[in-house]
Each structure stands twice: as C-alpha cells, then as structure tokens.
C-alpha cells in the first residue's frame, strides 16, 4: 500500500481516458488496506447550494430565505464521483467540527451530517466549503495500480486552489503546481 497520500490531490492524466474522470481533480479523503475514497473537485452539476438548502426545507422564514438567496445562488454544486451520486459531503476549512466531522488533512475537514447544512444555510457554517454529491471508490489495490500505470499525478492541495479556483481552471493549476502542462502529458502508458 501506498502510504502518506491521504489529503493529496490525484490529477488524471491523459490515460484515464473519455469517460468520467477525464482531467478530474480528486482529493483523496480515505487510503488504507480496504481501499480508497476520493471527491472529485472539478465536475459542476446544473444545481447550486441554494436549490438544495431550499429543498431540503431549511430556512424558517421568506427573509432569511432571500438572504441565503443572494449569498448561495451562485454557489455551485460539485459531482464528486459516480458512486452514491445523492450521498451529500460538505468540504471545508479546519475551523469547526460538526456531528460527523472527518479530518482529511491540516487544512481540510469532511463533514456529512446534516447539522452543518443547517448552520451554512443559516449563516453559521463555514465561510469556505464546497458542497459534493456522490464519491469516487476504489478497492483495495485498485488505486495503487492505477498510479503505477501512471493515471493519476499527486499534488498538494491548497485552500485557494480548492475554494476560490473556477473548476474549469482547477485541472491546469493542480498540474502547474507539480510542475506539468497539458501538452507534457501523454495518453501512453510507460515509466521512465
């Protein structure tokens, strides 16, 4: 097993291929001999964070709806994978823990209870997160293979990489951040 590589950013390669993980960004949340749990960080859905506090019914009257309103409309939310694609995580700054809270690195907290919804869409969660639907698995083994034929690039995340880059950018700046650019890649596999 590959050790140390919770908290990392896994970047795909031209490898991966056409389908879901195409130049995804994944931070890895879980890595033991079970194997491994990932949110990808870059697939917009057509919903925001708004819609979902909405629906789930969390604003106890007109006026702290319309407030919530104008600070979430344009808050998106992310696709985080193909598995359990209606299983909720919220991914946030250390400042706070909440009911289910899971350290996933120095700077970055996984929270899937409901109690931090309801403090966000009240004002009283966290400043920067990022709400995600689904989860990226693998089986043990699974991922080690994977970064042996070359996949996936590690990268060290950071708050401003993942909470205020546009996900359309988040692919170059993770790759920049270890020192490739998109035309260094190649979509054959081979080790040096």
Known sequence: MIDDIVGKLLVATPTVGEGFFHDSIVLLCQHDDEGSMGLVLNKPQPINVFEVFN???LFADERKKAIAQMKFEEKIVYEAGPVDAYRGFVLHEIDKTYDSTM???ADFNLT???DILELTAAGKGPKKFLLLLGYAGWEAGQLEDELMQ????LAN????MIFNTPAEHMWSMAARS???????????VGHA
Request: no cysteine.
């Open 55 to 57: 629906d789930m019914g």
């Open 150 to 153: 070359n996949d996936w690039l």
């Open 112 to 114: 899937t209870s409901k």
């Open 178 to 188: 270890i020192g490739f650019e998109r035309g260094q890649l190649s979509s054959q």
């Open 103 to 105: 350290r996933v690195s």
């Open 157 to 160: 995340p950071t708050q401003d």
